[in-house]
C-alpha cells in the first residue's frame, strides 16, 4: 500500500536533495584535480571522521547489537557508500552532465519498481501521475524545451556505470528500512555504514594511487574534499535515512527529481547563470508533480 508522509518526513527528504544538486557538478568539477577513486575515499574519510566525533562512544556502546547484524549492515554500507557515490564519480569521468542528469532522474522509477517486485511498497495511481510529471519537468529542463535531443543520447560507458549507481542507491533506499538494525540509533548506524564503504572503497583508491601521479593538496582539492565530505555526504545521508524510517522509499523516490530544481536555483545564485524558458517550465512540472504525489499528506495538513 501506498505510505502517506507526515510534513515532518517530507522536509527531512527535502534536506538531501538541496546539498546533493551541486555534487554531480562537484564531481565534474573535480576530474581535473583527482581521480575518482581518491574523490570517493577521501570524501568518506572526511565524513567518518566528523561523525565519529560524536559517535564514538554510542558506536562503541552498540558493539552486540551491530554484530548481531552484521550482514545487513555490511550491505548497506557497500551499496549506499561504497558502490554508489565510487561509481558515479567514476562514471562521470567518461560521459556528459546532460547524460548523467538524464540517468540520474530514473530513480525513482528504479525505486518503485524495486518495492513492487520486492512486495514492499506499492505507489498509489495520484503518486504515478505526479512522478510522470515530475520526470517530464527533469527531462524538459535537461533537453532545453527540445526533446528531440533524446533522440541523439547514446549510452556510452560512462552512461552504463551512471546507471550502476543510480540502481545501487535505488536499492539501497529500498532496503534501508527493511534491513537497519532495530534499536541502532541514528549516528551509530550512519558511521557504521561509513567505515564499512570507507573500508570496500580503501582498494580501488590504493591501487588509484599506485597508477596516477601523487595528488595536489591545492586549495581546490581541500575545497572540494571539505563539500562532499560534509554536505552531500553526513548531513545529507543522516536526513534521507531518517526520512525513508518515517515515510519510506516511494516517497523518498517521489521527492528526489527536486534535485533538478534546486540545481538551477544554485546556478542562478551563486554562478550567475540565467534561467531561461525551458528552465523555468521544468521547474513548474517538477513542483507540480511533486505536490500532486504528495498531496494527501499536504491536505491533510491543511485540513
Do not use: C, H
Not at 548497506?76 to 554508489?84: D, E, K, P, Y
Not at 510529471?133 to 533522440?151: D, H, K, M, P
Not at 595536489?216 to 565530505?229: D, F, Q, R
Not at 534561467?275 to 499528506?297: D, E, F, K, Y
Amino acid at each position: 500500500m501506498a505510505t502517506t508522509p507526515g510534513l515532518k518526513t517530507i522536509i527531512y527528504l527535502l534536506i538531501p536533495p538541496v546539498l546533493w544538486a551541486g555534487n554531480s557538478v562537484v564531481g565534474k568539477f573535480a576530474t581535473e584535480f583527482i581521480g575518482p577513486f581518491s574523490l570517493s575515499f577521501y570524501r568518506w574519510l572526511i565524513a567518518s571522521g566528523l561523525v565519529l566525533t560524536v559517535a564514538a562512544k554510542p558506536l562503541y556502546e552498540s558493539r552486540k547489537l551491530m554484530l548481531q547484524n552484521w550482514r545487513p549492515l555490511i550491505v548497506l554500507g557497500v551499496l549506499g557508500t561504497g558502490v554508489f557515490n565510487t561509481l558515479l564519480y567514476l562514471g562521470l569521468y567518461n560521459t556528459s552532465a546532460n547524460n548523467s542528469g538524464i540517468i540520474l532522474a530514473t530513480l525513482p522509477i528504479i525505486i518503485i519498481l524495486l518495492n513492487y517486485f520486492m512486495r514492499l511498497e506499492r505507489a498509489s495511481l495520484i503518486q504515478m501521475m505526479g512522478l510522470v510529471i515530475s520526470l517530464a519537468g527533469v527531462v524538459w529542463v535537461i533537453t532545453q524545451g527540445e526533446l528531440g535531443r533524446l533522440l541523439q543520447f547514446n549510452l556510452n560507458p560512462g552512461d552504463l556505470i551512471i546507471l550502476a549507481a543510480v540502481t545501487s542507491w535505488a536499492l539501497y533506499s529500498v532496503l534501508l528500512k527493511k534491513l537497519r538494525p532495530t534499536g541502532l540509533s541514528s549516528l551509530p548506524f550512519l558511521a557504521i555504514q561509513f567505515l564499512i564503504g570507507l573500508v570496500f572503497i580503501f582498494p580501488f583508491y590504493a591501487y588509484e594511487r599506485a597508477q596516477l601521479s601523487p595528488l595536489v593538496w591545492g586549495i581546490e582539492t581541500w575545497l572540494i574534499l571539505t563539500y562532499v565530505g560534509l554536505f552531500p555526504s553526513l548531513i545529507a545521508y543522516f536526513y534521507w535515512q531518517q526520512g525513508i524510517a518515517m515515510g519510506g522509499a516511494n516517497i523518498a523516490g517521489f521527492i528526489y527529481p527536486l534535485i533538478s530544481v534546486f540545481t538551477a536555483a544554485i546556478a542562478y545564485a551563486f554562478l550567475g547563470e540565467s534561467l531561461n524558458r525551458a528552465q523555468l517550465v521544468g521547474t513548474i512540472l517538477v513542483i507540480t508533480g511533486v505536490i500532486l504525489a504528495l498531496s494527501n499528506s499536504l491536505s491533510s495538513r491543511v485540513r
